[in-house]
């Protein structure tokens, strides 16, 4: 985001002050947002470093991430605010499979219950500090505490993620998900029948106001969009329907929240299931079954699949097709 002639300071006794003027292309963004990007920082830091009454607009202290700033408008911040976290060590004992590696990429199959990237309470252990333990190069590709990574899965689902060994290949990768050239299929077991067997599902994402650690539709969102197309209408305990799930965005827990926004929230999901039965998982049934993209150095089309891990497929064999 910073030119290279961009301020970097306000003086010889402020050196940690970042200023510039938004461009054209954030016009619209949310104040987080700007500073994640201005900062280098993940949308959380920044959001604490606006707390803290470190991050200026037009010369007037900040008092929320969720204000949506108009091109032009001079966002100044303090990095010194920032608490930077170690960032992840290396972790051999990690397990996750590989389905594909070459000199600018690797295809991991991620197995549920693995958290990818340090957060809050899951510092080390992730897949991260595996990733780290085999492939040393990734500690300088990207965010220090990301590395590699250019999107990401719950800890929950299991399946298919792709990681940057390059940073040609990070950027190349980065462009693709949000241009929606690569492609991710999921699948899903819901709770009902949807009424259509095709949709779309377009509704913003953001922090559920109830409840900070969930997320909800919300009308100042971020916009989100899944497809979703029915492939088995099945009978439990009650009815149920196997989906394939296309994801245009990649939103947190997007598939997860926008299925419970129909009224068909995924079977074993304790978040965002309404209580209901878990049928014997002990995770959301939500797998990452299919992911393609053009691959960074060579153009050519990729599509790697991941078939259904053991817990998801007994609970499929016991179920059978719905009369209806």
Do not use: N
């Not at 689902?157 to 940057?164: D, I, P």
């Amino acid at each position: 985001m910073l030119p290279d002639d961009a301020a970097t300071g306000d003086g010889a006794d402020s050196p940690t002050v970042i200023e510039d003027q938004l461009p054209d292309a954030l016009g619209g963004e949310r104040l987080d947002r700007v500073v994640a990007l201005l900062a280098d920082v993940s949308r959380s830091v920044a959001a604490q470093v606006i707390d803290a009454g470190a991050v200026w607009v037009d010369g007037t202290v900040a008092t929320s991430g969720k204000v949506r700033l108009p091109t032009g408008s001079v966002v100044r911040v303090d990095t010194g605010a920032i608490v930077r976290p170690e960032p992840p060590t290396a972790d051999p004992s990690v397990r996750f499979g590989v389905v594909h590696e070459d000199e600018s990429v690797v295809v991991v199959d991620k197995p549920a219950g693995l958290v990818v990237h340090p957060g809050a309470g899951h510092r080390q252990g992730t897949l991260v500090s595996g990733l780290l333990a085999r492939y040393p190069e990734l500690v300088d590709i990207g965010d220090r505490e990301r590395p590699g990574l250019v999107h990401r899965l719950d800890a929950g689902s299991s399946g298919l993620l792709v990681v940057a060994r390059t940073p040609a290949a990070s950027a190349a990768l980065i462009t693709q998900f949000a241009d929606h050239t690569a492609g991710r299929r999921y699948r899903a077991l819901v709770w009902g029948h949807p009424a259509a067997a095709h949709g779309m599902i377009d509704a913003p994402i953001g922090r559920d106001p109830g409840d900070p650690l969930r997320m909800a539709v919300v009308v100042d969102g971020r916009a989100a969009r899944t497809e979703y197309e029915v492939i088995d209408r099945l009978q439990a305990p009650a009815d149920v329907a196997l989906l394939i799930c296309r994801l245009q965005t990649g939103r947190t827990h997007q598939i997860r929240v926008h299925l419970t926004g129909i009224g068909h929230p995924l079977v074993g999901d304790s978040t965002y299931g309404d209580r209901r039965a878990m049928l014997g998982l002990e995770r959301p049934f939500l797998h990452a079954a299919e992911l393609s993209f053009d691959h960074p150095r060579t153009d050519e089309r990729l599509t790697f699949t991941s078939a259904l891990p053991a817990d998801l497929a007994r609970l499929l064999a016991t179920l059978e097709p719905s009369g209806s």
